[in-house]
């Protein structure tokens, strides 16, 4: 949990800093009918930073895989797809646009075998 910003005497001291921003982190490409985890990490303005992965809203678009508490599950694609991740939290949205589902062909599946 972040530190309460520095607050005058007499004010209430219970004041939870306020969130500048937030960010998406995770890998560049997934293969089709795989997983991979994303994680979202809050900053405050008093400097603080915190994992806020479980408490963001995730999406997913195209709707070919699920995200789920910052865990992707990759569907069947007929060819590489691009997509965009975005989280949610505390009013401030953030997007990872670089990743895509690389569609394996027949005989790369075969050479993984």
Known sequence: MPKPDRIP?????????KLSSIEIS???HVNEKNTASFTCTAYFRNGDQEKVT???????????????????????????????????????????VAVSYTHLRAHETERLI
Request: hydrophobic share 35%; proline share 9%; glycine share 16%.
């Open 9 to 17: 005497p007499g004010k209430d001291k219970t004041r939870v800093p």
């Open 54 to 96: 479980g408490q963001a809203n995730w999406q997913v678009n195209p709707g070919l895989a699920l995200i789920n508490g910052g865990k992707l599950t990759a569907g069947e694609v007929s060819a590489n797809t691009a997509c965009v991740i975005t989280a949610t939290f505390g009013g401030k949205t953030a997007t990872h």
């Open 26 to 28: 995770g890998p560049p």
